[in-house]
T-cell receptor
Framework: GIQVEQSPPDLILQEGANSTLRCNFS?????LQWFHQNPWGQLINLFY?????KQNGRLSATTVATERYSLLYISSSQTTDSGVYFC??????????WGAGTKLIIKP | EAQVTQNPRYLITVTGKKLTVTCSQN?????MSWYRQDPGLGLRQIYY???????DKGDVPEGYKVSRKEKRNFPLILESPSPNQTSLYFC????????????FGPGTRLLVL
């Protein structure tokens, strides 16, 4: 079946550092999304990025569909960036297959 | 305020006792979905609904039922809960699955003894 793999599983950084999170997927991507789950469990959409690059403040994402991967960049990390970052790939017309997530801890 | 609400937020129950987790959205979204989140596995889709009276199975539908009688509500029903359904459950809604922001409820933490 379709697989979505994220790396690294855990990442601990000092405030102000930059980070790159990776998402590999086993099938051709139609729709790729990134999500953030904060330490209190709240989930929010970050990016919808089936291809190309998008930026939103200190966060940016790039998907290279032909090579089946996507990257999420976080620059100048803040403690509020802590949490779990998920990527999810579209499957059929109405389903998402989620990766296991990257747990990010930003230390002050 | 745009939001997805879930109730209850926390629930402890016993094996076999039927329960319902409610989900309601106030954004007139057509698409709604239920996920369960387990440690190390990310989110897995249980059921989804494309519109009123239109539902379909996700990846892990066994032991769950849903209904979509109104656009705003999408309850998750566990007819005979078992301990392996102990999990964190999220409801989500959007106008489309892709290319548009999905709004998530706050989650329901379920423990089945």
């Amino acid at each position: 079946g379709i697989q979505v793999e994220q790396s690294p599983p855990d990442l601990i950084l000092q405030e102000g550092a930059n980070s790159t999170l990776r998402c590999n997927f086993s099938d051709s991507v139609n729709n790729l999304q990134w999500f953030h789950q904060n330490p209190w469990g709240q989930l929010i959409n970050l990016f919808y990025i089936p291809s190309g690059t998008k930026q939103n403040g200190r966060l940016s994402a790039t998907t290279v569909a032909t090579e089946r991967y996507s990257l999420l960049y976080i620059s100048s990390s803040q403690t509020t960036d802590s949490g779990v970052y998920f990527c999810a790939m579209g499957y059929s017309n109405y389903q998402l297959i989620w990766g296991a997530g990257t747990k990010l801890i930003i230390k002050p | 305020e745009a939001q997805v609400t879930q109730n209850p937020r926390y629930l402890i129950t016993v094996t076999g006792k039927k329960l319902t987790v409610t989900c309601s959205q106030n954004m007139n979204h057509e698409y709604m979905s239920w996920y369960r989140q387990d440690p190390g596995l990310g989110l897995r889709q249980i059921y989804y609904s494309m519109n009123v009276e239109v539902t379909d199975k996700g990846d892990v539908p066994e032991g769950y039922k849903v209904s979509r009688k109104e656009k705003r509500n999408f309850p998750l029903i566990l007819e005979s809960p078992s301990p392996n359904q102990t999990s964190l459950y999220f409801c989500a809604s959007s106008n489309r699955v892709y290319g548009e922001t999905q709004y998530f409820g706050p989650g329901t933490r379920l423990l089945v003894l």
